[in-house]
């Protein structure tokens, strides 16, 4: 460059009818000079780069590359996560139904049991299947009674005594409790080792028996780490249950159970 400005001041002091056009002839000379200039540096750079990654080994090699970092990234991406849970059962025709969709989707789901539904060996032989298929399994009472409104021992029974069948059933303690119409009483936090767990959405499918109803009001409502509620006690809401989760692991959601979801 030093010699272009040079050249230049030469020109500057010559004929002025040849001005212009050395003017621009030395400024043709600069652009070709920052092109050489740059042609110079950069493949060098490059090569040199280049020569770097392809001296490591095949593993390291391919973390440096632009497709690898983008792959990279799409693996650690995490799916939001929701849980979908179902009250009141087991319930000897619809449960299996919707264990047979959960089973073919590879989905887990949360079950609150009633105690007193647990009685029959059939259902027994129900709630073993959950229990072996991955899905958690909670409390619900023995009774399906409203829990404030009991005496603090009878509350505590229907608690306990619930808890001690699903644990003969299935070999464990559930430890997670929901209160029947989300009614919790606080003096049991002291009096129990269970922990209660609500809802953020729910379809009222025990009330409104429509599918298609009961499904639009799901998913059009759900967002990361929310807690669906359903019954497995109707044939309307197991339905609902599996377009659901067909229509919202379409748009990327990932199910696991309520303890997955509080643990993460």
Known sequence: MICLKRAYNVTKSGQSGENMGLKKYIQCLQVVYIMLLTGMVFPWSFLDNTSKIESMDPGRAEMFSTNARSCVSETEFEKPKIAITFDDGPNITYTPQLLDGLKKRNVRATFFLVGQNME???????????FEEGHLIGNHSY???EIPKLELEE???EIKDTEMLIEQITGEKSGY????YGSWDKRLEKQVSVIPILWTIDPRDWENKNRAQIVNKVVTEVKE??????????????EAALEIIDILKNKGFDFVTVEQLIMD
């Open 120 to 130: 029959a060996e059939q259902n027994q032989a129900i709630v073993r299947r959950m």
């Open 143 to 145: 009774h399906h009674l």
């Open 155 to 157: 509350a505590v029974k």
């Open 177 to 180: 409790f929901r209160p029947p």
């Open 225 to 238: 780490n929310d807690i669906i509620l359903l019954h497995d006690c109707y044939g309307s809401s197991v």
